[in-house]
């Protein structure tokens, strides 16, 4: 069962992951990367993922390994600490496919939050 469409190596993603474009990172482990949205929509909008190769949520959650799981989310709730974003709140937003407003297909988390 798949909801996605074929991972493509050269999204922009892809191409941080392999340093040809840079980013503005925050935070990176061996299963993930976290950086800031170029065209932030909050105060705080960092993009964090993972660093296989997977197009969208679903497919993540379907292919990932317990330890690429884990990795990555651990990684999110890293980058909360770090910004200290339970005292404001914040938000997990993933857009999975087109028509949910998905524009790059390698698998991210937006983690945004107002100061
Ligand atoms: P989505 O619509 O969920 O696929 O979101 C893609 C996000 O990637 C958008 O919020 C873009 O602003 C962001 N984005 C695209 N290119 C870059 C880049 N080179 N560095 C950082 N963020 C980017």
């Known amino acids: 069962?798949?909801?996605?469409?074929?991972?493509?190596?050269?999204n922009v993603f892809a191409k941080i992951l392999r340093k040809e474009i840079p980013c503005e990172a925050v935070f990176e482990n061996e299963y993930a990367l976290a950086f800031?949205?170029?065209h932030p929509k909050a105060a705080v909008h960092i993009l964090v993922i993972p660093k296989g190769a997977y197009t969208d949520a679903y497919d993540f959650h379907a292919k990932?390994?317990?330890?690429?799981?884990?990795?990555?989310y651990q990684a999110i709730n890293t980058v909360v600490d770090q910004l200290d974003l339970c005292k404001t709140g914040f938000k997990l937003v993933s857009h999975c496919g087109k028509n949910a407003g998905q524009e790059v297909f390698h698998y991210?988390?937006?983690l945004l939050a107002d100061r």
């Open 1 to 10: 069962m798949t909801c996605n469409i074929l991972y493509d190596a050269q």
């Open 36 to 38: 800031k949205d170029i």
């Open 64 to 72: 990932a390994s317990d330890k690429e799981i884990s990795g990555f």
């Open 108 to 110: 991210h988390v937006h």
